[in-house]
C-alpha cells in the first residue's frame, strides 16, 4: 500500500505538471478524468495490498467502477472464512483498507501543499476528487439511498471480497460467528450496528476541515514560519481513527509534519503521535533526509470491545543521494535507500499488523 500510494502520487504530479504547461480548456476534465481513475486504482489496491501481505492470491478490477462497482476478485468463499474465523483482524482490515489508502493520499498531498513542494493548480483537483470520493462513501451510512444494494454473483471468483467496505466492516466487528456472506447491505445490520455506522459517518465530516480545500496551503507566521492544520478522519481495523494534523515550514529548510491521533473502538478511545521531517537537505543538497516516529495506544489485542490498551512504536529512515543534477532545467536525480520498522499494531499504510522490519532501495526524481 504504502508504495503504491507513493508511486501514485508522485506519477499524478508529473502528469498534472505536463498537462498545466499547455494550459487548454480540456486541462480540468483530462486532469478530473485521471483522478477519478487514480481513485478507484489506489482504493483496490489498498485491499489487493492486505491479501498479497497474507500471501493469498486476487485480481484487481478498478475499471470496472463504469459498471458500478470496482472489485478485487479472484479469492474462494472458503479462503475469507479461514481469514475471517483465524484472523478477524486483518479480515476488517481487508474491508476498511481501500479508505485508508485514500486517507494516507489525501495526507501526502496536503503535506505537499503545506511545505510549498508542488501547488494547487497541480495537485488541486486530485485533492478535491479524492476528498469528495472519501467522504462520499462515509455519507452512504447517513443517506443509505446514496448506495443501492448489491446481490452476490453466482461464481464466487467473480465476487468482489468484501461489497460495502463499511457496513461488511462493522457487521463483523459486532458478529463474526454469523453464517458467512459478503456483500452486507444497510438493511441487514442490527440497529447497534446501524448507530456506529452513523458515528462514523458523521466524524467524516471531519475531513472537510482543512484550509486547503479553500486553497489556502499554509499561513504566514512571520518571514521565517509558515504552518497549516487540519483535520481527518478514517477507520481502522478495530474502528477508526481521527488525527489533528500540523504543518511547520521554517526557512524553508526545517519541514515537520506532527500529529495527535485519537483510536477508537466501540465505546473505547486510545491515544497516539507521530512526527515526520520531511525533506531535509543535508551537505550542500548532496543528500536529502526523509524520517519518521509513531507512538501509539491501541486496544490490546486491536479488539473491538475491550477497554485494555497496549504500546507500540515505529519508524522510518530514508536518505536519498543525488547522483545527477541537470541545471538546466533544475531536475536532480537521488539514490534512495531507506529502513522502516514497527512493532506489533496497526500503523496506517503498513500492510501487516504483525510486528515488521523493511528495507528498501530505488530511485526519486525532483523536477
Known amino acids: 500500500m504504502r508504495q503504491t500510494n507513493t508511486n501514485y502520487v508522485s506519477a499524478n504530479r508529473i502528469l498534472a505538471r505536463l498537462i498545466n504547461k499547455k494550459p487548454s480548456k480540456v486541462d480540468r476534465f483530462l486532469q478530473f478524468g485521471i483522478s477519478f481513475l487514480g481513485v478507484a486504482v489506489t482504493h483496490e489496491e489498498g485491499h489487493r495490498s492486505i491479501l498479497t501481505d497474507l500471501e493469498i492470491g486476487s485480481v484487481s478490477q478498478p475499471f470496472s467502477i463504469f459498471n458500478g462497482a470496482a472489485y478485487v476478485k479472484g479469492v474462494t468463499d472458503q479462503t475469507l472464512i479461514d481469514l475471517r474465523d483465524n484472523n478477524l483482524n486483518d479480515y476488517i482490515r481487508l474491508h476498511t483498507a481501500g479508505l485508508e489508502s485514500d486517507y494516507a493520499i489525501l495526507t501526502r498531498t496536503e503535506t505537499l501543499l503545506a511545505f510549498e513542494e508542488d501547488n494547487f493548480k497541480n495537485l488541486g483537483i486530485d485533492y478535491l476528487t479524492r476528498k469528495a470520493s472519501m467522504i462520499g462513501y462515509y455519507l452512504t451510512n447517513l443517506i443509505p439511498a446514496l448506495f443501492s444494494e448489491m446481490e452476490e454473483e453466482e461464481n464466487e471468483l467473480e465476487r468482489d471480497i468484501v461489497g460495502h467496505d463499511i457496513y461488511g466492516a462493522i457487521k463483523n466487528l459486532y458478529r463474526p460467528n454469523e453464517e458467512f456472506y459478503r456483500y452486507t447491505n444497510f438493511d441487514d445490520l442490527t440497529e447497534e450496528e446501524k448507530k456506529f455506522t452513523r458515528k462514523v459517518g458523521w466524524l467524516s465530516i ?31 481495523p478495530f474502528g477508526g481513527y481521527l488525527d489533528e494534523n500540523f504543518w511547520f515550514n521554517y526557512k524553508n529548510r526545517y519541514k515537520i509534519h506532527f500529529y495527535l491521533r485519537q483510536f477508537h473502538n466501540k465505546d473505547n478511545m486510545f491515544w497516539g503521535m507521530g512526527i515526520k521531517l520531511f525533506n531535509h537537505s543535508l551537505f550542500v543538497d548532496k543528500i536529502i533526509l526523509n524520517s519518521e516516529l509513531h507512538y501509539w495506544n491501541q486496544p490490546e489485542n486491536l479488539d473491538f470491545f475491550i477497554s485494555n490498551s497496549t504500546s507500540g512504536v515505529g519508524g522510518a529512515l530514508d536518505l536519498g543521494y543525488k547522483i545527477l543534477n541537470e541545471t538546466e532545467n533544475e531536475s536532480k536525480l537521488y539514490l534512495n535507500l531507506g529502513l522502516s520498522h514497527k512493532t506489533q499494531g496497526f500503523l496506517p499504510e503498513y500492510t501487516s499488523l504483525d510486528k515488521q522490519t523493511m528495507f528498501n532501495l530505488g530511485f526519486s526524481l525532483a523536477w
Do not use: D, R, S, W
Open 206 to 236: 471531519l475531513n472537510l476541515i482543512n484550509p486547503m480545500l479553500l486553497g489556502k496551503n499554509n499561513f504566514k507566521f512571520n518571514e521565517n514560519l509558515k504552518v497549516n492544520a487540519g483535520l481527518g478522519y478514517t477507520m481502522a
